[in-house]
Structures are given as structure tokens and as C-alpha cells.
Nanobody
Framework: VQLQASGGGLVQAGGSLRLSCAAS????????MGWFRQAPGKEREFVVT????????LFSYSVKGRFTVSRDNAKNTACLQMNTLKPEDTAVYYC??????????????????????WGQGTLVTVSS
């Protein structure tokens, strides 16, 4: 699957942005999707993951309550709605996908190395 993230930009602290991730292929609904971010000089950081059907999500502590995640499998897209943005949210944001055919209890994956496919990243800059 190929991924393309978009929607980044410059926003003032307290503002909102909505990122989108467009996926190619007909099997999008078999992939859990993840969002990660990487600030300059820092390691790639987990933000949120959403299950293949969109019925479960796992957020990092730093964004919980401010960010929401959704997906539309009919349109092969996943979205990250970011509210109440802070300067520390400034980073390049990446969407990622990992195949999940497991029918048991869902467990969100937080490690970047657990994901097989990555988009190119979109820059989010939050000014103070």
C-alpha cells in the first residue's frame, strides 16, 4: 500500500489542523493505521493508531484529549484532527500502515518498527 500524507502547515498555538492520509490499493481496510511525528533532532514518536475497522484507537499521552483520529475505508483515507495545538506539537507528521488480519482482541502498535508502510510526511509548525 502507498501512503500520502497532507494537510500540514503553520498554525498559532491553540489552533487546529486536520491531516489526511490517502492510501492506494484495494486492501486498505486490512491495515491498522498509525500516525507518528518527528521533531528536529528527536526520534520518531508515536501519536495515535486506529484499528482497521476504525472501532478502536490508542493515543499517546501527550495528545490524548486534543487529537482525534478517524478513517473512511470506502475512500481509503485516514484523518488526524489536531486541536488545541501547542508549540511542542511542531514536527513532521507521518502516517503509517501495518497489515492486521488478527480477529482477536485488538492491540494498538506504538513502535515505528512495527509498521510496514510509510507516507512521506507533512510538516506541522505551531507558533507561540
Amino acid at each position: 500500500v502507498q501512503l500520502q500524507a497532507s494537510g500540514g502547515g503553520l498554525v498559532q498555538a491553540g489552533g487546529s489542523l486536520r491531516l489526511s492520509c490517502a492510501a492506494s490499493g484495494r486492501t486498505f481496510s486490512t491495515y491498522d493505521m498509525g500516525w507518528f511525528r518527528q521533531a528536529p533532532g528527536k526520534e520518531r514518536e508515536f501519536v495515535v493508531t486506529i484499528s482497521r475497522r476504525g472501532d478502536y484507537a490508542l493515543f499517546s499521552y501527550s495528545v490524548k484529549g486534543r487529537f482525534t483520529v478517524s478513517r473512511d475505508n470506502a475512500k481509503n483515507t485516514a484523518c488526524l484532527q489536531m486541536n488545541t495545538l501547542k508549540p511542542e506539537d511542531t514536527a513532521v507528521y507521518y502516517c503509517a500502515a501495518v497489515l492486521n488480519n488478527y480477529e482477536g482482541k485488538w492491540s494498538g502498535r506504538e513502535g515505528p518498527r512495527e509498521y510496514d508502510y510509510w507516507g512521506q510526511g507533512t510538516l506541522v509548525t505551531v507558533s507561540s
